[in-house]
């Protein structure tokens, strides 16, 4: 919980929609889906070990399923060195609560550039990757 309030103070990045943003630490690239918006990330580095947070945000009304979000860690050549798949904190989207769902993902990494996020639609276990 420490690390997150720290993470919170040194500033979190808005963004949205298909945009590159320079952080501290890397550039982000944002893939939104047709159905979810990715908004609110920001890593947060602790040597090897690198944490990517963020929230999902329905584009309609109509978009109950959360899905799930791929994180892509890029090298300066624009090699994937590697993929993970982000957890959501739930799978539908609640009209009732204005807390938008939240994902995160944690892995030890080095030597990356970029940190780009894909939203996907479908559920953590249908995803093909
Ligand atoms: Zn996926």
């Given at each position: ?71 892509e860690f890029i090298g300066a050549s624009g090699l994937v060195l ?30 990356f550039d ?16």
């Amino acid at each position: 919980m420490k690390r997150f309030i720290t993470a919170l103070a040194a500033g979190i990045l808005m963004l949205s929609g298909c945009s590159t943003m320079r952080s501290e630490t890397a550039d982000v690239d944002i893939q939104s889906s047709t159905a979810v918006i990715i908004t609110h990330v920001h890593i947060d580095r602790n040597g090897r070990e690198v944490t990517v947070h963020g929230s999902l945000r329905p584009k309609s009304a109509a978009v109950t399923r959360v899905g799930h979000v791929d994180v892509e860690f890029i090298g300066a050549s624009g090699l994937v060195l590697e993929t993970v798949k982000a957890e959501t904190n739930t799978q539908q989207f609640s009209h009732k609560s204005s807390r938008s769902p939240t994902f995160s993902a944690t892995v030890e990494i080095e030597g990356f550039d970029t940190v780009r996020l894909i939203h996907h639609p479908d559920t953590l276990q249908q995803c093909e990757l």
